[in-house]
C-alpha cells in the first residue's frame, strides 16, 4: 500500500466527534461576542483621534498623520508632502464628491495607476482607532486597486469617520441582510513582512508609504 493510501486510509478510519446541534454553536458564537467591552482594550483617557494618531504612527503600523483645518488644505498637503519625499506632481485621485470638488489644477492628475509606482490619493470610509486602521469598500467611485498599486498612498479621513473598534463597524454596514459591496478593505499601515530572517521590509504587497490627512467633517 503507498504512502498516500496509508495517509487516506488513517483520515476515512479517524474517529470524529459526535456532531452538535446547530443551536449549540450558535449560543456559543453569540456568548462570545455578547461583552465586547470585556476584551477590548481601553484608551485611557485618550480621544479617539489621539488613540488613532498614536496607533497609525507607531512602529508596526508606520503611516505618517497631517490633520488638517479644512478639507480645501488637502491639495496643498498633498503638495507638501510630495516636495518633502522628492516625488513629482503625477498623482490618480479617486473619483468621488469629496475629492472631486477640490483643486487639482497645479497636479497632473491620471485616472490610471501603474503597478508599485506613483501616488494615489483616496478616501476612507472610516478609521478605526483601536488600530489605527483606515476602511475602504469597492464601488463605481471607489475602485479598490487604487489602495494596493501605488508606490505612496495618500489617505483622506475625516474625524466624524472615526469608530473606536473593529466591532462598532459591522453595524455601519447595515447587518447582515443589507445590500453589500463586493469588497471590503481594512488597510493598517503600510504593507510588510518579515517571512525572511524577521527582517521588516516594507512594501511587500502594496504600498511601501502611507500618508493620512485628518480632515473635519
Known sequence: MSDRALIFGAIRSAKRS??????DIAKEAADLVAHPE????????????DRFVA??????????????AAKR??????????KKIGQGTDICVQNCAVLNGLDWSGFACS????????????LAEYGIAETGSVVFR??????????FLPMYHIVVLRTDT?????????PLLGGAHAPQSRLL???????GTADIEAINVRGAHGPKHMHILIVPP
Open 38 to 49: 470585556v476584551t477590548q482594550p481601553g484608551f485611557a483617557g485618550e480621544t479617539l483621534l
Open 138 to 147: 469597492s464601488g463605481a467611485d471607489s475602485p479598490i486597486l487604487l489602495n
Open 185 to 191: 478593505t481594512i488597510v493598517t499601515g503600510t504593507s
Open 73 to 82: 488644505d488637502i491639495p496643498r498637503a498633498v503638495s507638501e508632502y510630495l
Open 18 to 23: 459526535p456532531a452538535r446541534p446547530a443551536e
Open 55 to 68: 496607533k497609525a504612527t507607531s512602529e508596526r503600523v508606520t503611516a505618517t498623520v497631517d490633520q488638517l
Open 162 to 170: 472615526l469608530i473606536g473598534y473593529t466591532e462598532d463597524l459591522w
Open 111 to 122: 485616472p490610471d495607476l501603474e503597478k508599485d509606482r506613483g501616488c494615489a490619493v483616496t
